[in-house]
C-alpha cells in the first residue's frame, strides 16, 4: 500500500470496533472499502488477521493506536477504481 488514510483512536472499544469504524468512514468518504489495515504490533496484540473484511498486518513504521488503512494493490480483492455516484 502506497497511499492510504490514518486513523487514531485510543478508546478502550476492541481492535475490531476500532478497525470496523476506520473501514466504515474510508468507504463513506472515499468512495471505496479498503483491502488492508496496518496496525503496530503492540496495538494488534497478536489479534484478529482480518476485521469487516479487511486484512490485518502489523506494521512497526504505525505509531500505537493508529490505523493506516487503504487498498492494497496486491491484494486479491483490489479492483480499478470505481466511485460511487454522489
Known sequence: MEIGMLWFDDSQLSIAE?????????????????????????TL???????AGVEI??????MPDHFWIGVDKKSKRHQPTQLKAA
Open 45 to 51: 496484540n497478536g489479534g484478529e488477521e482480518i476485521v
Open 18 to 42: 476500532k478497525i470496523s469504524r476506520a473501514v466504515t468512514f474510508y468507504d463513506e468518504k472515499y468512495g471505496r472499502t479498503p483491502t488492508l489495515c496496518l496496525v503496530h504490533p503492540d
Open 57 to 62: 498486518r502489523q506494521a512497526r513504521s504505525v
